[in-house]
């Protein structure tokens, strides 16, 4: 390919067809939801080990050069153990002049015999079949599905999902699958979760075509049937040892619920169950929650029997006369809102004739708004628009609906949404109540967009089943009027949260655990970053989220792992150190994770000793494997978050990686490594999603450290990956002041504990493949150990049955998870959308940025499955499909030119920045590492971030002014008008600030005035702008002022923290600038004129 940009051959054959994402909607019976030892138990058994030794579970993904460990069929606690106080380890190096090991009951019992040990999951996964459609472009072969992750190609079926193999969702229509993958965890019966197989639901089309391979002899029975669901702990919920067909069937959730209302364990274990069920029938008369007055955002009373509103659970009686909330008008006046009482109305065009434009982008060359670029409205009466959800949470691709797969396929445009499901918000209704209401048949939550037929029933806008309003429903909270269900807030708000009843819960909800784990080899101590992560640690300890039942923990390790413990009472921490790598163990398991609130003072002592107990450390080795095989044990009963801080690329034990990147190779589309060289991580990860574990990775190193192995402990367990490339304490500030902010950021963002969420669409839709860090457990049920308020998710969607006599469609999500307070919470977001008949409805409702962010989703997955420069010929052909059915199929006059319409004006620039994007451009010297994290961030940001990375804004910002300005709580906040990314745009009397997301240059022209240098940067002139500046210096001068006001305003827009660099034509970090520069022309890449003419070319073959 000699012109990076374009595909070698022009043709339209190898487009983004392939549905190879992550996680095909199959079906499989994967339940594995947390363990059901006591939660509060600090009972930390050896035996819940996990033993890497044995055969992995996914021998079909092995790559033949991965030797795993030969079957270690006996457990060896051989481990060296010392023990010895802080103050007289002398520090890593010196092992032979530690204390003797400590005779300890603990330690004793450790050796004291064969302890059951945890086998490692079990995988099935029958041979891959072929996708019947799941493909969002019509007209070519479907290779079998592939997922995204990061595997050997020729395995098609490796997964990050375990689809349902019997259990089709009827809402969402998922009758097209017929290729069944299944994830089986099984486990030793004492620590176990249930396995859990669904039974056939006779109604669907495809039966089961997975057999079930029991990993080892405690693994699950076989085929037909769900296995039965052992536990230690004692079982009350009457279902757990009963078959339990899938979620989504309403036969199985009426009374499929449990109540964990006292403190003893639950054992059975589906969550596909809890967020599937929970749905009562007749009324709960007891509201369980005695925390349910705390809340985020403005909440409603809770309304117990009796349509009483008091803050207390249980009580009854007459109102109370003092109402917390809003009180609003009490007639009963209004008119309903819902699908039935649409109109034809729904077709009156609600788009600005500007909108309805064609135009040729050859003629036409500055379509770049000069404001943020707003997402297109849905095309829908005002009434229900008004009631949408927020497009920042929930984007559908095209804002109009085609009804039938046909059209759609004509459209040659992916049909998928993108969420961002637990952003933070401002505000958030949230509602407690003692029900909650859903569809009986399919489990919506009802929404602004069911119709109520009557005050006593509503027809569910999902399956069009017709429902009973329960009896409270009828009260409305807000007005305090009985008798007007349609005005609830759970009906006057797309996006709402709810206080989940223990029906939801499995167990009691967890209690915020977190563990650190510290790279402390003379790598990691020569970066420095160990002394800022406990400082920052020290700074925000009380800001963790969290109550009186955190737990906190730190693990280090080099070529030992070293344990802390802070048990309640010590003088000092003390610490444990493992040299037996090769069988990992867990001394002291009691006082490793401790109450944070009881042991504070342990906590920080240790936080402060830390940093200097390596200084002198000469142990060059990683054994991260073996860390992570031990932080997952010490938080498989409680899960929670792990926190690994690691410099280099890990080489003792398993999980041992070796340098596979050629620094040669860095330019080239071809023979890049992108796919694991292991599946340890991977294996592991999987391990701790299904203990309700989540592993964030904090890579700090210059060296290459296969991101595309270590990242799997992240991406499969809900995790998150920060990468920090040549992070140095001394060397780099500005990865240090990244660090700094980021890790304050990290520490006390919102987090939600074993979460899942679901999509739901209505049916004749059907949702295949999800993108995202997360593991599927069914059909459409992600696992996601723990959520956080920055990441982002996308799927994709198809067209099953048609939607002919259909006017609307919703989809909804729904995520359950546990707060950081214990409480159990439903976070719900439906959004409504048009259906249309022709292609050119289709087109004018495109989303071009939910578009180029579903594409670059798909594209990360083609570089994975197929090559880089395959990804990249896709990207393209995706252009020139659809734009050719634009004018083939809508144009009736073949005009010259590119014609397109308006909502796809920017489409060709959106994809030829994706080609210069890290992830997928060629040409230039992209280390494997930051090409990798690039694709992590494609797949985990919010569309609003990564559209910011891929197509950077550009401002000039010499001569900022209050014209226009944003004020935000007395601050005012220039807003310069959008540049287009070329060199034309500048001017060397000016200064210009690209912001790129994660990074910012101010690139300052020659020729700059005296006035910004002298006001702004605080230098006498252009030569004396240092080299490196990195910062802006505050000044007493209004221009200072606006800059400063203007950058902050933007870095507060995000949840990382971008660099600024201030740049001069001298500086080397100038081609970085330039890079960026999506409509210029590079070495390696087309300019943006050159790409249109390219596509112009194809277009009117
Ligand atoms: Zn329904």
């Known amino acids: 390919m000699s012109q990076p940009g374009v595909p070698s051959s022009g043709g339209a054959s190898t487009g983004l067809q392939v549905q190879n994402g992550a996680a095909s909607s199959l079906g499989s019976p994967y339940v594995n939801g947390p363990v059901q030892n006591a939660l509060m138990s600090s009972q930390v058994s050896v035996s819940q080990g996990y033993n890497s030794q044995l055969p992995g579970p996914y021998p079909h993904l092995m790559p033949a050069k991965t030797s795993l460990n030969p079957v270690s069929a006996q457990n060896n606690y051989g481990g060296s153990q010392t023990v010895c106080t802080l103050s007289n380890y002398q520090g890593p190096g010196q092992t032979l002049n530690r204390p003797p090991m400590v005779s300890n009951p603990v330690t004793t019992s450790l050796h004291s015999g064969p302890v059951p040990r945890m086998p490692p999951p079990t995988s099935q996964i029958p041979a891959a079949t072929s996708m019947p459609s799941g493909s969002f472009l019509a007209g070519v072969n479907l290779p079998p599905p592939l997922n995204w992750q990061y595997s050997s190609p020729s395995t098609g079926s490796q997964t990050n999902h375990c689809p349902h193999p019997s259990s089709q969702p009827s809402i969402s229509g998922n009758t097209n699958v017929t290729t069944n993958h299944q994830h089986v965890f099984s486990g030793d019966p004492s620590l176990q979760n249930s396995c859990l197989k669904s039974g056939s639901v006779p109604s669907l089309v495809n039966p089961p075509a997975t057999t079930f391979q029991p990993g080892t002899p405690l693994g699950p029975p076989p085929v037909k049937g769900p296995p039965p669901v052992r536990a230690l702990a004692p079982q009350k919920s009457s279902h757990s040892a009963v078959l339990q067909p899938s979620f989504n069937s309403a036969i199985n959730q009426e009374g499929g619920t449990s109540n964990t209302s006292n403190e003893s364990m639950v054992v059975h274990n589906s969550y596909d169950e809890i967020e599937g069920g929970g749905f009562l029938a007749t009324p709960q008369l007891t509201n369980k929650n005695p925390k349910m007055g ?435 304490h001394q060397h780099n500030p500005v990865q240090v002041q990244k660090l700094q902010k980021e890790l304050h950021r990290y520490l006390t963002r919102k987090i939600g504990f074993e979460a899942v969420m679901r999509i739901r669409c209505t049916k004749g839709l059907s949702i295949h493949t999800f993108h995202g860090n997360f593991f599927v457990r069914s059909t459409d049920l992600l696992s996601l150990p723990n959520v956080n308020p920055d990441a982002g998710y996308a799927v994709q969607m198809s067209v099953e049955e048609n939607l002919t006599d259909t006017q609307l469609v919703s989809f909804q999500s729904a995520l359950l998870y546990t707060s950081s307070k214990g409480e159990r919470r439903i976070r719900v977001h439906t959004l409504c959308l048009p259906v249309v008949s022709t292609l050119n409805e289709v087109f004018l409702g495109a989303d071009v940025q939910a578009i180029s962010g579903l594409l670059a989703n798909m594209a990360v997955d083609r570089c994975i499955t197929a090559s880089l420069s395959d990804a990249r010929d896709a990207l393209v052909n995706a252009v020139i499909d659809s734009l050719s059915a634009y004018r083939s199929l809508v144009l009736s006059n073949q005009q010259p030119g590119l014609m397109v319409p308006f909502s796809l004006r920017l489409f060709p620039l959106f994809v030829l920045a994706l080609l210069k994007q890290k992830s997928f451009q060629t040409g230039t010297n992209t280390r494997l590492d930051e090409r990798i994290f690039a694709m992590c961030q494609v797949k985990n940001q919010p569309l609003v971030y990564f559209m910011l990375t891929t197509h950077p804004s550009l401002y000039r910002v010499d001569n900022l002014s209050d014209e226009g300005a944003l004020n935000i709580n007395d601050r005012t906040i220039p807003q310069p008008p959008i540049l287009q990314l070329s060199v034309e745009k500048l001017s060397r009397d000016g200064a210009f600030l690209m912001d790129a997301g994660s990074v910012m240059m101010l690139w300052v022209g020659k020729n700059c005035g005296q006035n910004f240098l002298n006001h702004v940067l605080g230098v006498q002139n252009y030569a004396s702008i240092p080299q490196t500046m990195t910062d802006l210096p505050e000044l007493d001068t209004a221009e200072s002022a606006r800059t400063i006001a203007f950058i902050s305003w933007l870095r507060e827009q995000r949840p990382f923290f971008p660099i600024l660099y201030v740049i001069r034509d001298e500086s080397p970090i100038k081609a970085n600038f330039l890079q960026n520069m999506v409509e210029d022309r590079t070495e390696s890449a087309l300019s943006y004129y050159e790409f249109l003419l390219h596509i112009q070319q194809q277009v009117n073959k």
Not at 346 to 362: A, D, K, Q, T, Y
Not at 398 to 413: D, F, G
Not at 425 to 440: A, E, F
């Open 294 to 728: 705390r809340n985020v955002g403005y909440s409603y009373p809770s309304l117990p029997p009796g349509y009483q509103n008091t803050p207390l659970p249980g009580t009854t009686g007459m109102p109370p006369s003092s109402l917390n909330y809003p009180s609003g008008p009490l007639a009963f006046n209004q008119t309903p809102v819902g699908a039935n009482h649409l109109t034809a109305s729904v077709h009156g065009l609600s788009l600005h004739p500007e909108g309805l434009r064609v135009i040729n982008l050859l003629q036409e060359r500055s379509m770049l708004p000069t404001t943020p670029l707003q997402p297109p409205v849905p095309n829908l009466h005002e009434d229900i628009q008004k009631l949408n959800c927020n497009p920042e949470l929930f984007r559908c691709t095209l804002t109009s609906i085609p009804q039938t797969q046909a059209l759609l396929n004509k459209a040659k445009l992916p049909l998928g949404l993108l969420l961002h499901p637990f952003k933070d918000l401002v505000q958030l209704p949230v509602v407690t109540s003692s029900t909650i209401v859903r569809c009986r048949s399919c489990r919506t939550y009802i929404n602004p967009f069911v119709s109520f037929l009557d005050q006593r029933r509503w027809k569910c806008n999902l399956c069009y089943r017709v429902n009973d309003v329960p009896e409270e429903f009828m009260y409305n909270p807000l007005t305090r009027v009985y008798g007007e269900p349609h005005r609830r807030p759970e009906v006057q708000n797309a996006t709402i949260e709810f206080m989940a009843p223990s029906e939801y819960m499995l167990r009691p909800p967890q209690p915020p655990v977190y563990l650190f784990v510290f790279d402390v080899s003379h790598n990691a101590v020569e970066t420095g970053y160990l002394n800022l992560v406990c400082q920052s640690l020290l700074d925000n300890l009380d800001l963790l989220p969290g109550n009186t039942r955190t737990k906190i923990g730190f693990i280090t390790f080099d070529s030992t792992i070293h344990f802390y413990s802070l048990q309640e009472g010590l003088s000092q921490p003390q610490m444990l150190i493992v040299s037996d790598i090769e069988d990992v163990f867990i001394p002291m398991p009691e006082n490793l994770l401790v109450n944070l609130n009881e042991s504070k003072e342990l906590v920080q002592d240790l936080l402060k000793t830390l940093p200097q107990m390596f200084t002198k450390t000469l142990e060059t080795q990683s054994a991260l494997g073996p860390a992570l095989q031990a932080a997952f044990k010490l938080m498989s009963p409680t899960g929670g978050r792990i926190s690994v801080f690691q410099t280099q690329l890990p080489n003792l034990g398993v999980g041992a990686l070796k340098p596979r990147e050629e620094p040669n190779q860095r330019s080239s589309a071809k023979e890049i490594h992108l796919t694991p060289s292991t599946d340890f991580y991977k294996k592991l990860a999987l391990d701790c999603s299904g203990q309700q574990v989540a592993v964030d990775l904090f890579l700090l190193s210059g060296q290459y450290s296969d991101l595309a192995s270590l990242g799997c402990i992240s991406r499969y367990s809900a995790g998150s990956v920060y990468y920090y490339p040549s992070y140095h």
